[in-house]
Every structure is written in C-alpha cells, then in structure tokens.
C-alpha cells in the first residue's frame, strides 16, 4: 500500500513581503533548532542550510530598514506589480473572448508576455531588469501596442513602463544611501526562499516515512506558522493567480 505523504497547507510566500518572509523563515529555523538532533539527518542538514542563507538575508533587511528610501522602493514596487497584474488580468479575460479578434490580441500578447509573466516573483535587480526588457520589446513591435489598444491595454503598459522606471530610479538612490551593501534583501530573497520549500519537503517527507514526537510536533509548529503568515496575504493576490491559471507550486 502506498503510504499518503502529509502535506503543509500552501503558502504563496512570493505575496510576503521581505520583513514577513524574515519572520516565517526566521522562526522556522528557531523552531527546527530546538530538536534538531531528533529530525534526521536530511532535514537538519537543510535546516543548516537554511540558516546559513537566512542571516544574511535577515542582516539586509535590518540595514534596509534604516533606510529612508526604502518605504518608498516597497510602495513602487507594489505600484510596478499592480500595473503588470492588471495586464495579465486582462490578456487571461480576454483570451476567452468570442470576439476573434479581441482573442487573437490576448494570445499574442501573452506569447510575448510569457518570458515576464512572473515578473513579480524575481528578485527586485531582476525584475526591474526583466521589466525594461519587456517594455524596450513592446516599443520596437507596432504590432504589440497595436494588439494591447484592442484589448484596452495601451494604457497600462504605459502605466507600467513609468512605474518601472521610477522604480529602477528610486532602488538605485536607496542603493547609493546604503552604499555599504554589494546585494539587496530582495537579491538575497530568492535562494533562502528555496531552501526554505526544501526544508519543508524534508519536514513532509520525514515526519510520515522516519515520524517520531519531535517531528510531528515540528510539523505543527510549522504549519500554524504558514497558517499564521498566509493570512496576511491580500486573498484577492490569491485567486488573481488561480484565476490566471498560476496556482503557485510553492510550499
């Protein structure tokens, strides 16, 4: 018989913020430290990992902080992905339209939209990177403005295209304020977020195939902690992406 393999509740941790994503993952390796001994060696290997990645990261968030620009890189930045959501919105609306022509601008937008369709998820240097890419390929295509005035987007993609520079200025003047540092948090973001889903899948995967107490009480621990930060996610963040057909495969 196939054994079932307990499964934390998701947890789209992209829609955390840096501070929020600090506190998850910083009292998960608290959590894990205190019966590390017990859980294995996979998962206490991870969970090693896991730290090493987090102080860093957790360090840069602190000299963010500091900053007086920084507030205002966080409130462009949620001005940039707003902007780049409400695209996607309407390209997956539209692309289900019976008006030929209203369906054949969505799907063409979406072919180009595809290399810069999660945006939102990359690290703040990369998506502002990946953001003057998508608008410079925009501008050179009359095809593409021709398509997004169809479907009512000429607008917003301007809209993006301004956010996003403003952004790009805005992060380099924070950058020059806290010139000390090499890499933001939101650099940094990405590789401690992934040992953090590893570190979960080990957690899964232990407490059902080697359980013991600690484990299971880990488990719990853990979960009730995702619980606790996946409601601080905005829930119409959360069904924009299932209704986009995005369901995040995140832990």
Not at 97 to 118: D, I, Y
Not at 168 to 179: A, C, F, G, M, Q
Not at 207 to 225: A, G, I, R, S, W
Request: include cysteine.
């Amino acid at each position: 018989m196939t054994m079932e393999i307990l499964k934390f509740n998701s947890l789209y941790v992209y829609h955390l913020s840096n501070e929020n994503v600090r506190g998850l993952i910083g009292r998960s390796c608290d959590l894990a430290e205190v019966v590390i001994a017990s859980i294995g060696e996979l998962p206490k290997s991870i969970a090693t990992e896991l730290r090493e990645k987090f102080n860093p990261f957790s360090a840069q968030v602190n000299r963010e902080q500091k900053s007086s620009k920084t507030e205002q890189v966080n409130a462009q930045r949620t001005i940039c992905n707003n902007s780049h959501a409400e695209i996607k919105r309407v390209i997956n609306f539209e692309i289900k339209s019976r008006v030929a022509e209203k369906k054949e601008a969505a799907t063409f937008l979406k072919e180009f939209m595809q290399p810069h369709w999660n945006l939102n998820r990359q690290s703040l240097v990369d998506q502002q990177e990946s953001g003057k890419d998508m608008m410079q390929k925009y501008a050179a295509n009359s095809n593409l403005a021709d398509a997004a005035h169809t479907i009512g987007l000429n607008t917003i993609f301007d809209d993006f295209k301004t956010a996003n520079d403003e952004l790009v200025s805005i992060y380099n003047l924070r950058n020059s304020e806290v010139s000390a540092r090499t890499e933001s948090s939101s650099d940094l973001r990405p590789a401690c977020v992934e040992v953090y889903h590893q570190f979960c899948t080990a957690i899964e995967l232990a407490v059902k195939y080697t359980p013991n107490q600690d484990l299971t009480n880990l488990f719990n621990q853990l979960e009730e902690l995702r619980i606790k930060y996946r409601a601080l996610i905005p829930k119409e963040e959360i069904i924009t992406d299932e209704e986009a057909d995005e369901i995040d495969q995140e832990m």
